[in-house]
Protein backbone atom coordinates (compact mmCIF):
# COMPACT_ATOMS: atom_id res chain seq x y z
CA UNK A 1 0.00 0.00 0.00
CA UNK A 2 1.42 3.42 -0.98
CA UNK A 3 1.66 5.97 1.68
CA UNK A 4 -1.67 8.20 1.17
CA UNK A 5 -1.08 11.89 -0.11
CA UNK A 6 -2.75 13.47 2.40
CA UNK A 7 -0.67 11.68 4.72
CA UNK A 8 2.60 13.13 3.10
CA UNK A 9 1.05 16.44 3.09
CA UNK A 10 0.39 17.04 6.50
CA UNK A 11 3.56 15.15 7.35
CA UNK A 12 5.25 17.73 4.87
CA UNK A 13 3.45 20.91 6.88
CA UNK A 14 4.44 20.49 10.08
CA UNK A 15 8.03 19.51 9.29
CA UNK A 16 7.64 22.84 7.59
CA UNK A 17 6.52 24.85 10.33
CA UNK A 18 8.04 22.99 12.91
CA UNK A 19 11.77 23.75 11.24
CA UNK A 20 10.97 27.30 10.48
CA UNK A 21 8.79 28.39 13.85
CA UNK A 22 12.18 26.94 15.55
CA UNK A 23 14.97 29.09 13.32
CA UNK A 24 12.10 31.76 13.75
CA UNK A 25 12.40 32.00 17.83
CA UNK A 26 15.76 30.92 18.69
CA UNK A 27 16.55 34.65 19.10
CA UNK A 28 14.17 34.29 21.67
CA UNK A 29 15.42 31.74 23.16
CA UNK A 30 19.55 33.09 23.03
CA UNK A 31 18.14 36.06 24.45
CA UNK A 32 16.60 33.70 27.86
CA UNK A 33 12.73 35.29 27.05
CA UNK A 34 10.90 33.50 30.06
CA UNK A 35 7.90 31.11 26.96
CA UNK A 36 10.58 30.60 24.68
CA UNK A 37 11.34 27.55 26.31
CA UNK A 38 8.00 26.02 25.96
CA UNK A 39 7.88 27.80 21.91
CA UNK A 40 10.89 25.97 20.87
CA UNK A 41 9.77 22.52 22.18
CA UNK A 42 6.47 22.73 20.61
CA UNK A 43 8.26 23.80 17.58
CA UNK A 44 10.28 20.07 17.70
CA UNK A 45 7.09 18.45 18.63
CA UNK A 46 5.54 19.42 14.95
CA UNK A 47 9.16 17.79 13.71
CA UNK A 48 8.72 14.87 15.77
CA UNK A 49 5.31 14.29 14.56
CA UNK A 50 6.06 15.02 10.96
CA UNK A 51 8.97 12.66 10.88
CA UNK A 52 6.90 9.69 12.44
CA UNK A 53 4.18 10.02 10.31
CA UNK A 54 6.19 9.52 7.39
CA UNK A 55 7.75 6.48 9.04
CA UNK A 56 4.16 5.18 9.55
CA UNK A 57 4.01 5.36 13.37
CA UNK A 58 0.50 5.84 14.47
CA UNK A 59 0.77 7.79 17.65
CA UNK A 60 2.30 10.71 15.39
CA UNK A 61 -1.11 10.90 14.19
CA UNK A 62 -2.06 11.98 17.78
CA UNK A 63 0.90 13.78 18.36
CA UNK A 64 0.07 16.32 15.06
CA UNK A 65 -3.87 16.07 16.20
CA UNK A 66 -2.72 17.25 19.85
CA UNK A 67 -0.44 19.96 18.71
CA UNK A 68 -3.08 21.60 16.15
CA UNK A 69 -5.32 21.30 19.19
CA UNK A 70 -3.01 23.50 21.24
CA UNK A 71 -2.58 25.72 18.65
CA UNK A 72 -6.44 26.29 18.05
CA UNK A 73 -6.66 26.92 22.24
CA UNK A 74 -4.51 29.44 22.91
CA UNK A 75 -5.91 30.80 19.30
CA UNK A 76 -9.23 31.19 21.81
CA UNK A 77 -7.85 35.11 22.87
CA UNK A 78 -6.57 35.80 19.87
CA UNK A 79 -8.46 37.87 16.43
CA UNK A 80 -11.05 35.53 15.18
CA UNK A 81 -9.29 35.77 11.93
CA UNK A 82 -6.38 33.53 13.51
CA UNK A 83 -9.06 31.46 15.30
CA UNK A 84 -10.68 30.04 12.51
CA UNK A 85 -7.34 29.45 10.50
CA UNK A 86 -6.04 27.33 13.03
CA UNK A 87 -9.82 25.65 13.42
CA UNK A 88 -9.95 25.18 9.25
CA UNK A 89 -6.43 23.23 10.03
CA UNK A 90 -7.53 21.36 12.44
CA UNK A 91 -10.77 20.08 10.21
CA UNK A 92 -8.14 19.33 7.65
CA UNK A 93 -5.46 17.58 9.33
CA UNK A 94 -8.00 15.53 11.37
CA UNK A 95 -9.75 14.91 7.78
CA UNK A 96 -6.29 13.75 6.37
CA UNK A 97 -4.88 11.57 8.80
CA UNK A 98 -8.24 9.80 10.06
CA UNK A 99 -9.69 9.12 6.42
CA UNK A 100 -10.24 5.59 5.67
CA UNK A 101 -7.41 5.71 3.51
CA UNK A 102 -4.86 6.90 5.79
CA UNK A 103 -5.82 5.41 8.93
CA UNK A 104 -5.50 1.93 7.09
CA UNK A 105 -1.96 2.58 5.89
CA UNK A 106 -1.50 3.47 10.09
CA UNK A 107 -2.86 0.00 10.74
CA UNK A 108 -0.38 -2.67 12.31
CA UNK A 109 0.63 -5.19 10.08
CA UNK A 110 -0.92 -3.49 6.89
CA UNK A 111 1.65 -3.48 4.08
CA UNK A 112 3.85 -0.52 3.99
CA UNK A 113 5.60 1.24 0.88
Do not use: C
Not at 93 to 111: C, E, T
Request: zero cysteines; glycine letters at 6%.
Amino acid sequence: MKRPIAVIVVAALYLLVGVVGFVYHFPELAAGHHDAIAIEITEFLAVVSGAFLLMRHNWARWLALAWILFHVAISLTDPIGKLAAHVAFLIFIAWALFRPASSQWFRPGAPAS
